[in-house]
Structure formats: C-alpha cells, structure tokens
C-alpha cells in the first residue's frame, strides 16, 4: 500500500470566545488548552515537517488559532524551507492586530523559503459573530504590502453558497475591489479579483440541528460531491488527484495527543512524550485490519457493508462528515468490526 502526499494537521488550541452555533467544539473553549512546545514536541514536529511526503502543514484547532499564534510562529520556524502551510481562521483580531500577525507570518515563511495559505471562514455563522471583518482587508493588505509568501482562500459551511458569494462581493467591494463569482463544482467556487484567483471551498455542516434549513447535502451527498471532484473514490487519508497514491492525514490536538485524521477513537501517541515519525505511522495504517480497510476501501462499500441499518441511519444523521462518523460508530459495539472484510 503506497502512501505519499501526507497531511499535517496540528491543532494548536481550543480557546475561542467567538460562539457560532453549529460548533463542534464549544464545550472545550473556556477551560480549554493551548498547545505549548516541549524540546521533545519541536523534534518530533520538525521531523513530520520535513519529511519529503508531506504535502501540507495546516494549522487550525478545536478553538481559534489565532489565540495561539506565538506557537504558529514558533512552528513555522521549525521548517528547513520548501513547506507549504496552511493557517486555518475566522480572522477576527481587530485589522492593526491582523496585519502584524500576516507581517511576521511573512517574514518567517519568506526567511525560509516556504509558503503560507490563509484560509478565513466566510459562512453565515462565523460572520454573524466576528465584529472585525477580515476578507476584504487581508486581501487588500497582501497587495499593498507585496507579501509574496502568503495567499488567501475561503471556507463556507453554506452549501447553498448564497450567503458566502454575497458576502465577499459586497466585503470586497467596501475595500474597493471588484470581483467576479466563478463556479467550479458542487463544493468549490473561485472569486476572481483582476489577475487574482482565490479558492472558495464549501464543507457541510457535521451536526445539523432539527431545524437546519434545506440545502445541506447529507453524508453520501457530501462523499459523492468529494468523489466527483477529485476524480477517485472516496477513502480515509489524504486524497491526491489519481494516479498518484493517497497520503496519510495526521491529527495532532493541543494536549500532543496524535490520531490519524477521522479515526480518532484510536490514540497514536503524544509528541511531548513518544517518538512519533511518519515510517511508524505507516505501518500502523498498512498492519491494522480497519485503518487499512478505511484507508483502502472506499466508504461508501464500507457502509454497505453494515447489517443495522436502522443504527447507521441514526449515526449518519448526527455525524453527517466522513470524518466524524467513525468516532460516533465506535460509541456501539461490534459496529466498526462491520467494516473490515474477511
Ligand atoms: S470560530 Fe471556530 S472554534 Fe470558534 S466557535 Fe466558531 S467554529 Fe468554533
């Protein structure tokens, strides 16, 4: 089983003030933990950093990144140059705040050759609560100041993407930049500034309320709609465009505690405690029967393949995101056992 092109997810807090509704994570803000780097936390990261196979470093949390910055910066400068990050945020600090954080955001990526994507939430949810809007403003600094190292791409839990194509044109438009919608797929959109082209990526929601409006695509929605985009059928892992092999999606939360990405009953390590290297890891996905099955088979055969339907209905209907799914079913016994073949 060929594994390349990985994912580095690191969670580096779970404060947040902000409140949106939908949050999966709301329980976990005001007692919370920030991530902290111990010598034994920055060895194991820099090794997971550097190595040829990864992809991406994408920093986000079960909280607000921001609120962590000083450890995104001291992540950045753990990279021996040639990375591609990714800072995952709503980006409500107040403007002056948001443009020192994107200068030494610039500074450290440049310094090293890297390169930094922001990615700002530009849902209904999160803009109803952020006081300090920072779509228009960031675009409109990057290009005032050059910052060559960075770029910028937004996310959306609105599927019926009215909300968040309103809402940029109009925000863009008070910075005085005119844009364009253009439409790729059901879960991508562009905006075009001029020359300028900046993703707009759609997720659905993972615990729709009773009341959620319509247009929300549910879990097999969602996997078709990932399956038609990129080509493959859907698995765990990290999805390259085929031929090229699937990678491994590493999480690592604020505590240090290590899970392969959506099969997060299962705890891998801690980077402050364990030596924790891709090579391991690899061998854990290839010699376990179910990590192997999630991240050979695509899931949707997977599921086929479970005799309570009635369970898995319920299950699909809280946890509505393949990457949340085997959490919830590892709640009921003998359910995940269901998945492996003979
Ligand atoms: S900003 Fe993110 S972490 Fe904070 S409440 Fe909203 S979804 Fe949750």
């Known amino acids: 089983m060929d594994l390349h092109g990985h994912l580095l997810y690191i969670d580096i807090t779970q404060i947040c003030g902000i409140g949106c509704a939908f949050c999966m994570y709301a329980d976990k803000h005001k007692s919370g933990m920030s991530m902290e780097l111990s010598s034994l936390a920055r060895e194991n ?55 020192a954080f994107y200068d030494t955001t610039q500074q450290l990526v440049a310094e090293r050759g890297d390169h930094c994507n922001i990615r700002l939430s530009a849902d209904s949810h999160h803009i109803e609560k952020v006081k300090w809007r920072a779509h228009g403003f960031s675009l409109d600094y990057q290009r005032r100041q050059g910052l060559d190292g960075l770029s910028f791409s937004f996310r959306s839990i609105d599927t019926d993407r009215d909300f968040t194509r309103g809402y940029l044109l109009e925000e863009l438009q008070r910075w005085g930049l005119e844009a364009a919608i ?38 097999h929605g969602y996997i078709g709609a990932i399956e038609a ?11 390259n465009p085929p031929p090229a092999a699937n990678g491994m999606d590493l999480t690592i939360k604020p505590n240090g505690d290590v899970y392969l990405y959506g099969i997060e ?14 090579e391991h890891l690899a061998s854990h996905v290839r010699e376990t029967p179910l990590v192997r099955a999630l991240y050979s088979q695509p899931l949707a055969d997977l599921l086929a393949r479970v005799d309570k ?27 995940l056992e269901q998945l492996v073949p003979a």
Do not use: C
């Open 45 to 99: 990261l820099a090794a997971l950093i550097n190595a040829a196979a990864v992809k991406r470093i994408s920093i986000s949390g079960e909280g607000e990144p921001l609120n962590n910055a000083k450890v995104f910066h001291e992540i950045l400068g753990l990279s021996d140059g040639g990375k591609q990050f990714e800072f995952i945020t709503s980006g409500f600090f107040p403007h002056d705040k948001m443009a």
């Open 265 to 278: 009953h299962q705890r891998l390590g801690n980077i402050h405690f364990d030596r924790i290297r891709w």
């Open 309 to 335: 339907p009635d369970l898995l209905r319920s299950i699909l209907a809280k946890a509505n995101n393949p990457y949340w799914l085997v959490k919830e079913m590892a709640n009921h016994d003998g359910l």
């Open 229 to 239: 985009k990129i080509n493959k059928r859907f698995t765990l892992g990290s999805l």
């Open 182 to 219: 253009e439409p790729r797929n059901a879960l991508e959109d562009v905006l075009v500034v001029g020359d300028a082209r900046f993703g707009i990526d759609y997720k659905n929601l993972v615990h729709p309320a009773a009341d959620t409006p319509a247009g929300y695509l549910d879990l």
